[in-house]
């Protein structure tokens, strides 16, 4: 794999998918990221804590040699973080080792293979729909405060998601603890109209969005 990046698109996509990286790992390949340089001139990076898995897709400024490698998630965002605003940065992979290179830096990382890493499989959903990334963080704002942080208590730990008809066609988000209940209810976006209202749960404890993103609302029924 060899491939060139400008500085700031990997450093913003790292930045999203380092986030479900647990520093301390039992296991090795959950602590990398695994980066794939595609024959179109993308490149794609995920990561996972087999809970939750984060895709993200980028362009490349080229794709020498399309192929794919995992590395330390958190070594590689640091490095990313540390070169100077507008650098170039190549990246190379081959015989279990990374090379960065930026500018006068050169870094060189050690790798894990590819089909060590683990992808959870999404199997077929329903209902797909998009909103804003605004409205999601202000429904998560609005609601995470009573979400239930017992481990035992596990169906309480998350945002349910829901639609309902109060009038007009609305999505609503609740959360509780058993204690306090918090709900937010927005316009209906098109193409919920088929979540019921047991449809699924949407887990928010580690969300993080920005008002420039959109993101697409898969729910998923939980035994």
Do not use: C, W
């Amino acid at each position: 794999m060899k491939a060139t990046i400008e500085r700031a698109n990997l450093l913003r996509s790292l930045g999203h998918v380092q986030s479900v990286v647990e520093r301390r790992n039992t296991i090795p390949i959950l602590s990398n990221v695994l980066i794939e340089a595609l024959s179109d001139g993308s490149m794609r990076l995920m990561a996972t804590d087999l809970d939750l898995q984060i895709n993200e897709t980028m362009e490349a400024a080229s794709v020498e040699v399309a192929g794919s490698t995992t590395v330390s998630a958190h070594t590689l965002f640091d490095i990313v973080r540390k070169l100077p605003e507008g650098t170039q940065v190549s990246l190379t992979a081959s015989d279990g080792k990374m090379q960065v290179v930026a500018a006068r830096s050169r870094y060189s990382l050690n790798t894990l293979p590819r089909d060590d890493f683990p992808i959870i499989a999404e199997g077929e959903l329903p209902t797909k729909f998009e909103l804003p990334a605004a409205t999601l963080r202000q429904m998560i704002d609005k609601t995470r405060f009573a979400i239930s942080t017992e481990e035992t208590r596990y169906y309480l730990n998350g945002i349910f998601l829901h639609v309902g008809d109060d009038g007009q066609p609305v999505l609503k988000a609740a959360a509780t603890d058993g204690h306090r209940l918090a709900r937010v209810t927005v316009p209906r976006p098109e193409g919920a109209e088929g979540a019921a209202d047991d449809t699924g749960m949407a887990d928010a404890s580690d969300a993080d969005a920005t008002a420039d993103d959109d993101f697409d609302i898969k729910p998923v029924k939980r035994n």
